[in-house]
C-alpha cells in the first residue's frame, strides 16, 4: 500500500513526515506484545486504503523509542495526527470509532494539491481546522461565494453590492496565528484588512468600521502575489474564531476579489521554541 509504511528505525521517521508535505500524517504507535495493537491494526489499514491522501505511519516503540519519547507516548496504542510536520492531535487507545472520526476530522481529499507547504517552518496552513458550520461571509456574491477562496484553484470570493466584506471563521479547536496569506488581483484585491479574534457574534459592517482591530494591515501588491503576512504572533495565541474586515480594495474597485486565503499557525498546544525569538525580534513590533 503506498501510503502505508512501516517504520523500522528511528532516522527513518524525519524523512517520511518532511516527504509528506502538508499532507495529513497519522501515527500509529505500537507494540508487538500489545493485543489492542493487534486488534486495531486492520482497521488502521483500512483506514489507509480509505485515505489516499493521507500517509499512515507505524511505529514500534521498542523499536524506535527516541520517536515515541518525542511525541510523549506512554500507552499502546496511541495515534498522533500530524500537518507540516506539526502536532493537531491525537487518539489513546484502541478505539476504532475515535480513530475514524479524528481522521475525517482533519483528512482533506486535496492534500497533495499544497506541497509546498505554508512556507513558514514549523506552521502548517489552518485552513483544514476551519468549523465549516460556524465560518460565514457577510456581502459575499451568490456566483463567487467564500467556500471559493478557501481552496487553491481557478475558483474565487468576490464581493456584491459594494467593495466590503466581512469573513467570520471558526476553528475546530483554539489556534496561534503567525500570519496571513492574501491571493488576489493587483486592480481590485483586498487593500486595508482588519482584524478581530473571538468575537461572540458575527460583526456588522457599522461596528467593524468603528471597532479598534486586534491588527489593521495594508495589504501590497507583493503580498496579493503570494508574500506572507506577518501577524502580530502575541497577540493571536488564543484563537477560536477570526474576524476579517476587507475595507476596501487596491484601485477603489466596485467589488473586490480574493483568489485564496488562509491563516498560518499552530494549535495552542503546540509549542514551537523558535516562534517567540523570531516574532518579538523584528524591529519596531509592538507588543
Not at 506541497?115 to 517552518?121: L, M, R, T
Not at 500570519?179 to 460583526?203: D, E, R, W
Request: glycine share 6%.
Amino acid at each position: 500500500m503506498a501510503n502505508l509504511h512501516t517504520i523500522s528505525e528511528d532516522s527513518q521517521f524525519k524523512p517520511k513526515l518532511d516527504s509528506a508535505g502538508q499532507k495529513l500524517v497519522v501515527v500509529d504507535f505500537n507494540a508487538s506484545w500489545c493485543q489492542p495493537c493487534r486488534t486495531i491494526a486492520p482497521v488502521f489499514a483500512q483506514l489507509a486504503t480509505a485515505h489516499p491522501n493521507a500517509v499512515f505511519l507505524k511505529v514500534d516503540v521498542d523499536v524506535c523509542k527516541q520517536t515515541a519519547q518525542k511525541y510523549n507516548v506512554t500507552s499502546m496504542p496511541t495515534f498522533i495526527f500530524l500537518k507540516g510536520g506539526v502536532k493537531i492531535d491525537d487518539v489513546k487507545g484502541a478505539n476504532a470509532p475515535g480513530l475514524t472520526q479524528k481522521i475525517k476530522q482533519h483528512y482533506v481529499s486535496g492534500d497533495d494539491d499544497d506541497e509546498e507547504g505554508s512556507g513558514v517552518p514549523g506552521y502548517i496552513e489552518l485552513n483544514g481546522m476551519i468549523d465549516k458550520q460556524q465560518t460565514e461571509c457577510l456581502n459575499e456574491s451568490d456566483d463567487h461565494r467564500l467556500e471559493a477562496c478557501l481552496k487553491k484553484g481557478d475558483s474565487y470570493l468576490e464581493s456584491d453590492c459594494d467593495e466590503q466584506l466581512i469573513i467570520t471563521m471558526s476553528f475546530q479547536q483554539n489556534m496561534k496565528l503567525h500570519s496571513l496569506k492574501v491571493l488576489g488581483p493587483t486592480k481590485n484585491g483586498p487593500k486595508v484588512i482588519k482584524l478581530f479574534i473571538n468575537q461572540p457574534q458575527t460583526l456588522s459592517f457599522d461596528a467593524a468600521e468603528r471597532m479598534e482591530a486586534v491588527q489593521e494591515l495594508t495589504v501590497t501588491p507583493e503580498q496579493l502575489a503570494g508574500e506572507i503576512i506577518p501577524l502580530r504572533f502575541v497577540k493571536f495565541q488564543n484563537v477560536q474564531n477570526v474576524t476579517i474586515f476587507v475595507m476596501n480594495n487596491q484601485d477603489d474597485e466596485e467589488t473586490t476579489t480574493i483568489q485564496y486565503i488562509s491563516f498560518i499557525g499552530t494549535q495552542v498546544n503546540t509549542t514551537n521554541m523558535n516562534e517567540f525569538k523570531r516574532v518579538a525580534g523584528k524591529k519596531g513590533e509592538s507588543h
